[in-house]
């Protein structure tokens, strides 16, 4: 029954055009502008990320950003409606799961524009690990947007810490700064994403060690949205 | 703030409000307070029959699915076949006027008929106890009435329906009246 919902879900944030509009012109300026200017910061902090990896990894930021941006505001412009709907007889956990469903639909239509903007703009020498790696990015922002929702209700409030968690995570990424970073750049959750989606860019692959590190954490944040979903579809009796 | 709730007519089984249980209390977005006779601000509380219930606030509707879409998913949570939803539908639709909005997104609509639908979703699957929050809040005169032939034709048929209001005007159309002050009740 979550398999019928959830295209109900995802219509209601593709339906107006602007959305729309911004599904696509968000990767495209990520890998088209966006990469650039990471690379002058990263020369600026005495990092070493070269044109090539800024590029790759830009389309990422893009499926991050976009698919977190979606899961805050699937989580808390429908938060009443769903609880109604889950005491009408569905079940938080089925509400949960359609919500998780249109979730990861809509990182898979952002991811697929970042890819293919990477594609057309720099070429991608490890096709599938790049895919792989944006879909990750994706994944992982469905958790840090679902969970951001949970604590905070106010649509300004929610957008800025998104916006927030985004920064620090993407000026901490690999070889921005001389430094690498510390340890705040080997605690964010993209650190693992962003070596292999760099190295897919470049045509190297990564040790089995790291897509196992990328799978654990894209897994878990899909289950914290999960989680995050049902707790805000639940009768609170 | 009155809590009202009118019975069934004479002759006619007592409407199962009393016996209110999770199953019921599923149907229309009722719960059991966390703190009984506290009056928390922001929400209605009712007190009936030794149990404190509360009334969820806040926005109900997914503002960019059409009214269709609303009642497609709302059939589904009450496991409703096609066919019955679409009979259902089409009767609700024509007793609270507003079939011309089906196609139409909840953001485009007026505050009456948002509360049309919200009715119409609570009415869709006949419950047996109807607990409602100031339901005519943005109703038209005409559908103010025509809301009121609706609520006593159900109770007619059995349906227990409980209102939350604070118009002192209705107690005419009420078989039973609590008043709800202080966070106590008392049997009017």
Do not use: C
């Amino acid at each position: 029954m979550s398999a019928a919902l959830a295209p109900s879900f995802v219509r209601e944030h593709l339906r107006t055009r602007l959305t729309l509009v911004l599904l696509v012109a968000i990767p495209v300026f990520f890998v088209l502008i966006f990469a650039s200017v990471l690379g002058q910061f990263s020369s600026a902090l005495g990092g070493s990320l070269a044109s090539r990896a800024a590029t790759a990894i830009s389309a990422g930021w893009a499926a991050a950003f976009l698919s977190g941006a979606l899961a805050f505001f699937q989580l808390v412009s429908s938060r009443g409606a769903d609880r109604r709907l889950a005491l009408a007889g569905l079940g938080a956990g089925r509400v949960a799961l359609a919500r998780i469903a249109a979730a990861l639909s809509l990182a898979v239509v952002v991811s697929a524009v970042a890819y293919l903007t990477l594609w057309l703009r720099a070429g991608v020498a490890h096709p599938l690990h790049a895919a792989l790696a944006i879909l990750a990015f994706a994944a992982i922002y469905i958790g840090i947007g679902a969970l951001i929702g949970v604590f905070v209700s106010g649509a300004l409030e929610g957008s800025l810490l998104v916006v927030l968690v985004f920064s620090v995570d993407v000026f901490s990424g690999p070889a921005m700064t001389s430094g690498g970073g510390g340890l705040l750049a080997s605690l964010t959750p993209t650190r693992k994403a962003a070596d292999l989606l760099i190295a897919a860019g470049a045509g190297r692959g990564s040790p089995a060690s790291d897509w196992v590190a990328v799978t654990a954490v894209a897994v878990g944040a899909v289950g914290v949205a999960l989680a995050a979903f049902w707790f805000s579809a639940r009768s609170r009796a | 703030m009155l809590v009202s709730m009118p019975t069934a007519a004479a002759g006619t089984p007592e409407p199962p409000a009393v016996r209110l249980g999770p199953a019921v209390l599923r149907l229309e977005g009722v719960r059991k307070a966390f703190h009984r006779g506290v009056w928390p601000a922001r929400r209605s509380v009712v007190v009936l029959s030794g149990a404190t219930l509360e009334v969820e606030p806040g926005e109900m509707l997914w503002d960019k699915l059409t009214v269709d879409e609303h009642f497609a998913l709302f059939a589904r949570a009450y496991g409703m076949t096609d066919e019955a939803r679409d009979r259902t539908v089409a009767a609700l639709l024509d007793e609270l006027q507003f079939a011309g909005y089906r196609g139409y997104r909840i953001e485009e609509l007026s505050g009456g008929t948002r509360q049309k639908l919200n009715l119409a979703l609570a009415l869709m699957h006949e419950p047996q106890l109807l607990l409602l929050d100031e339901p005519y809040a943005g109703f038209d005169w005409e559908t103010y009435l025509r809301f009121w032939e609706m609520s006593e034709r159900r109770r007619d048929a059995g349906m227990g329906i409980l209102i939350v209001s604070h118009l002192l005007a209705e107690r005419e159309r009420l078989d039973r009246i609590y008043t709800v002050r202080d966070g106590k009740t008392s049997d009017r």
